[in-house]
Antibody, heavy 122, light 107 residues
């Protein structure tokens, strides 16, 4: 079964850091780009960023709202992607979803994890 | 960034109705548009990609059309299980962007 499982969410103070993890299973992880998407309480979906695969140099893209603060990385040996979040703001409070990008280009997100909740509050 | 605008924001229809949701892009995105369905407390689910391609396992009552800047998601015969919020997303250029969502309720 194709599956993504996020972890690492929690309560953090403004200015703090948190690292989210996403463990993939059931597909060839190294073939796919991986995205992070978030959803603030009661709000819509916001794309956070993308991590490309080894064939595309492990390069990354970010939304303007998180660029310079968030970093996407991956470990193909562990079938995992990570979201390092620094200098957190209250407006970063959201459910964070890990998604698999389709193998066709450009890709939509065809598999989503269940999400992990990040709360930024003092 | 490309802005995506959905209409209507909320929609109430009866079982068996034909339902259409519209998504407009602020500039051309060719056919690089996806539609997602999200139920309360759940992760979104891909329904349609490349504007009109049905994702595997998605019921055939769902269909998508359009290109350039105007797109539609159609449910041919509304079912009770279709109560959800629907989002469009452009993936032609970064930053990828979503519409604000359309909440579909069953009368």
């Amino acid at each position: 079964e194709v599956q993504l499982v996020e972890s690492g969410g929690g309560l953090v103070q403004p200015g703090g850091s948190l690292r989210l993890s996403c463990a993939a299973s059931g597909f060839t992880f190294s073939d796919h780009y991986m995205d992070w998407v978030r959803q603030a309480p009661g709000k819509g979906l916001e794309w956070v960023g993308r991590g490309r695969n080894k064939a595309n140099g492990y390069t990354t893209e970010y939304a303007a709202s998180v660029k310079g603060r968030f970093t996407i990385s991956r470990d193909d040996s562990k079938n995992s992607v990570y979201l390092q979040m620094n200098s957190l703001k209250t407006e970063d409070t959201a459910v964070y979803y890990c998604t698999r990008a389709q193998s066709t280009m450009p890709p939509a997100s065809d598999i989503w994890g269940h999400g992990t909740t990040v709360t930024v509050s003092s | 960034d490309i802005q995506m605008t959905q209409s209507p924001s909320t929609l109430s229809s009866s079982v068996g109705d034909r339902v259409t949701i519209t998504c407009r892009a602020s500039q051309s995105i060719d056919s690089w548009l996806a539609w997602y369905q999200q139920k309360p407390g759940k992760a979104p689910k891909l329904l349609i990609y490349k504007a009109s391609s049905l994702e595997s396992g998605v019921p055939s009552r769902f269909s998508g059309s359009g290109s350039g800047t105007e797109f539609t998601l159609t449910i041919s015969s509304l079912q009770p299980d279709d109560s959800a919020t629907y989002y469009c997303q452009q993936y032609k250029s970064y930053s990828l962007t979503f519409g604000q969502g359309t909440k579909l309720e069953i009368k």
